[in-house]
């Protein structure tokens, strides 16, 4: 069993819709991070969550950390083919050195 | 701008046939590490630096070292390739001190074939 479950694993749709990913855990956590990482390339960090319940804004990006802190949701507003990509999500061990990653939910937004 | 740089993009080395990648950064980041990532997979980290403090994962094999000469550069020597080494190696950083500790910074990933 996985530290961190992302659901959906796989997600294609059409330019122009709403969708939402999860990224959900029995465990609790300080802190947690959503990177995107396009075909070919490196993860970018796109958000930290750290308060319980926080909800974080990035253009069309919105970002919440559960209220219990073992849980998080990304949601995209008016998806565009740049959106494209493998979302992670990710959360430090105790001493904040080393980052354990859920299983990705890998995007395709079809023009 | 500040940034975490991977050399080569693109590998292509034989069986058996020591490779080296490189990784270099300008952010002054007192950690390093190095990911390998498989196909629609998560990254695996396979081990990292704080300064000249060198940490192995468990399940890394003998086959990947590493080395960290200074505070910018760090490689990765992977002594006898084999076809299940190939993938995309991804170095990162990160600061290493206060409450954005854990958030790391990647390059842009070299990847290995193994002929």
């Known amino acids: 069993t996985q530290l961190l479950e992302q659901s959906p694993q796989f997600l294609s749709i059409q330019e122009g819709e709403n969708l939402t990913v999860y990224c959900n855990s029995s465990?609790?956590?300080?802190?947690l991070q959503w990177y995107r990482q396009e075909p070919g390339e490196g993860p970018v960090l796109l958000v930290t969550v750290v308060t319980g319940g926080e909800v974080k804004k990035l253009k069309r990006l919105t970002f919440q950390f559960g209220d219990a802190r073992k849980d998080s949701s990304l949601h995209i507003t008016a998806a565009q083919p740049g959106d494209t990509g493998l979302y992670l999500c990710a959360v430090p061990n105790n001493a904040g050195n080393m980052l354990t990653f859920g299983g990705g939910t890998r995007l395709m937004v079809k023009p | 701008d500040a940034m975490v740089i991977q050399n080569p993009r693109y590998q292509v080395t034989q069986f058996g046939k020591p490779v080296t990648l490189s990784c270099s950064q300008t952010?002054?980041?007192?950690?390093m590490y190095w990911y390998q990532q498989k196909s629609s997979q998560a990254p695996k980290l396979l081990f990292h630096?704080?300064?000249?403090?060198?940490?192995n994962e468990a399940d890394t094999p003998d086959n990947f070292q590493s080395r960290r000469p200074n505070t910018s550069f760090c490689f990765l020597d992977i002594r006898s390739p084999g076809l299940g080494d190939a993938a995309m190696y991804l170095c990162?950083?990160?600061?290493?001190?206060?409450?954005?500790?854990?958030?790391?910074?990647f390059g842009p990933g070299t990847r290995l074939t193994v002929t």
């Open positions: 952010l002054n980041h007192n950690v």
């Open positions: 630096y704080y300064d000249k403090d060198f940490n």
């Open positions: 990162a950083t990160s600061s290493g001190t206060g409450i954005l500790y854990s958030e790391q910074y």
């Open positions: 465990s609790v956590f300080s802190s």
